[in-house]
């Protein structure tokens, strides 16, 4: 197989990895290459003509897991002339230059800052035959102006903030991203709008620290206000946001959480460590009473709400008795689920040079530990809401052995995962639509609803599942160059040229 023939459009294929910035940075990749002439790859396809790699830089195995994918990829684009190989994301704004020295075979490096020059580089590098660097310290222009290829017919993030301006000793996330930098109330919510418009029924608002939102333009309140103008959108049936920080977090955003009808009750709220010491070497300006409060507020206004977490165990010095407090924490607030995580060095970081430094096996053991504390949580909160009725977002690959077991999957609208029979409805339900359907089953991460559907509503979202059709939303590429269709690679002649 060969790139692109004479004549036809360039393929391409994004490849993600990390949080939920990249998965929807990866959205504005695809609808910048797209909008450039770029057709996506079908999924078979081992041979795009070009690869993007949207990185992370959180975890300690990102770099070998980069430098392993691109080694993997090397033979193949030897073999095929015209192949390119981009990489882009939090790792790239961290190594820069030292990617292409590691894998001198890929031919652009992009920031977090400039997305929107991707096509230019692929263009410009093809030209001069020659990789392409360009890692901007700043922003250069808010990628929500870009245009976006939605990957979800019925469920859309929107970003309403970039950046972080928090100092957590453990990540290297706020020098990467940059300081935050807000979006417009009006900005926003005309995304929204026109997600709504196009069928989309679910919006997630996104940020780094969701609730610091307005400290650019001085409204400590903003993100309150938001959530209640989300409730005015006509159309628009859940709206969620990730994530919030304990420290930022103020009662009227629990009161708008309450009072709006399409603002979820699901709350994601990560602890990291429920040890006031430990807190504090994180640089985490909460404290366990501060954070159990929010909760106690939180399910005050919300019974039914449903909160999340992230907890990291073996943070240096972390001892026996931090550790034994975190479980505490946990058996107090009650999580619905909980993203676990062993604490990973990550040079750059304050946490990297810190004393006591722990040993693998203790960290090994006390993650067990957690994951059996979180679960059995988890699976006695999930058996109570065996008999009730749960509204499902119907989804696409949520449930990985629903072929096998005849079921669909969704999300109610508390965030838990639902896997359901279908019932005499099998083949009409689509992703996008609705139903309604009685729980029967719990299991720690998830519920089942063996019976027949209660009731099911088709919706657009539905409708433009069923005819393949994803959102777009256009952007305006602020300062940057036009850009036009890529010229199609010509066809090689007599074999293929090593690289």
């Given at each position: 197989m ?13 490849r993600?990895?990390g949080?939920q ?10 609808g ?35 430098y392993?994918n691109l ?11 015209g192949?390119?190989i ?12 030292d990617?292409?020295?590691k ?5 652009v ?26 890692i ?5 222009v808010?990628p ?15 970003s ?5 301006n928090n ?15 807000d979006?417009r109330p009006?900005d ?9 418009d196009s069928?989309v ?11 610091s ?10 993100f ?13 049936e ?13 009662d ?8 709006t009808?399409?603002?979820?009750h ?8 429920g ?12 404290r366990?009473e ?33 550790f ?8 107090e ?26 040993p ?15 679960e059995e ?9 065996v ?9 696409v690959?949520?449930?990985?052995k ?5 079921r669909?999957?969704g ?5 838990r ?12 339900i ?14 720690p ?5 063996d ?5 099911h ?10 005819a ?16 036009g269709?890529?010229?199609a ?8 040229t090593?690289?």
């Amino acid at each position: 197989m060969t790139t692109a023939a004479a004549g036809s459009p360039r393929t391409y294929q994004v490849r993600t990895y990390g949080c939920q910035m990249n998965v929807h940075d990866s959205e504005r990749i695809s609808g910048l290459l797209e909008d450039a002439g770029y057709v996506r790859a079908a999924e078979a396809d081992e041979q795009p003509d070009v690869v993007v790699f949207n990185t992370c830089a959180v975890r300690e195995n990102a770099d070998n897991r980069l430098y392993g994918n691109l080694g993997h990829l090397r033979p193949v684009k030897a073999k095929h002339p015209g192949m390119q190989i981009a990489v882009g994301g939090c790792l790239a704004q961290k190594d820069r230059g030292d990617i292409v020295r590691k894998a001198p075979w890929v031919d652009v490096v992009f920031g977090t800052h400039n997305i929107g020059s991707l096509p230019a580089l692929l263009d410009r590098a093809r030209h001069n035959a020659a990789a392409e660097v360009e890692i901007l310290e700043s922003l250069e222009v808010f990628p929500s102006t870009l245009p976006t290829r939605r990957e979800s017919t019925y469920a859309g993030w929107v970003s309403i903030s970039v950046g972080c301006n928090n100092t957590c000793t453990f990540c290297i996330v706020p020098s990467l991203r940059g300081k935050e930098k807000d979006r417009r109330p009006g900005d926003i919510l005309s995304e929204v709008r026109a997600l709504v418009d196009s069928g989309v029924l679910e919006v997630t608002l996104l940020g780094q620290n969701v609730n610091s939102y307005g400290v650019e333009f001085g409204d400590r309140y903003a993100f309150g206000k938001l959530l209640r103008a989300c409730g005015d959108i006509d159309g628009l049936e859940r709206v969620r946001f990730t994530s919030p920080h304990p420290k930022d977090f103020t009662d009227d955003v629990i009161a708008a959480m309450a009072e709006t009808p399409n603002v979820c009750h699901s709350l994601h709220m990560p602890l990291q460590s429920g040890s006031d010491d430990v807190l504090r070497a994180m640089r985490r300006s909460y404290r366990s009473e501060r954070y159990l409060g929010i909760i106690s507020k939180v399910r005050a206004a919300m019974p039914d709400a449903a909160i999340t977490t992230d907890i990291i165990v073996g943070f240096p010095g972390e001892t026996e008795a931090d550790f034994a407090r975190t479980l505490d924490v946990v058996r107090e607030a009650r999580f619905s689920s909980a993203f676990t995580f062993q604490y990973s060095k990550r040079p750059g970081t304050p946490a990297a040079t810190m004393d006591g430094q722990l040993p693998k096996q203790v960290v090994q053991e006390r993650y067990e530990r957690l994951i059996a504390c979180v679960e059995e949580i988890t699976w006695a909160e999930n058996k109570k809401l065996v008999g009730e009725t749960v509204e499902v977002l119907v989804a696409v690959g949520e449930g990985r052995k629903d072929e096998r077991t005849g079921r669909m999957s969704g999300r109610a609208r508390d965030g838990r995962l639902v896997h359901f029979a279908t019932g005499e409805l099998g083949g009409r339900i689509r992703p996008g639509d609705l139903v309604h359907t009685v729980v029967t089953y719990a299991a720690p991460h998830h519920l089942n609803a063996d019976g027949a559907p209660l009731a099911h509503r088709r919706t657009r979202a539905g409708d433009a599942a069923e005819a393949g059709q994803v959102p777009r939303t256009p952007g305006v590429l602020l300062g940057l160059p036009t850009i036009g269709a890529p010229a199609a690679t010509p066809a090689p002649v007599g074999g293929c040229t090593a690289q």
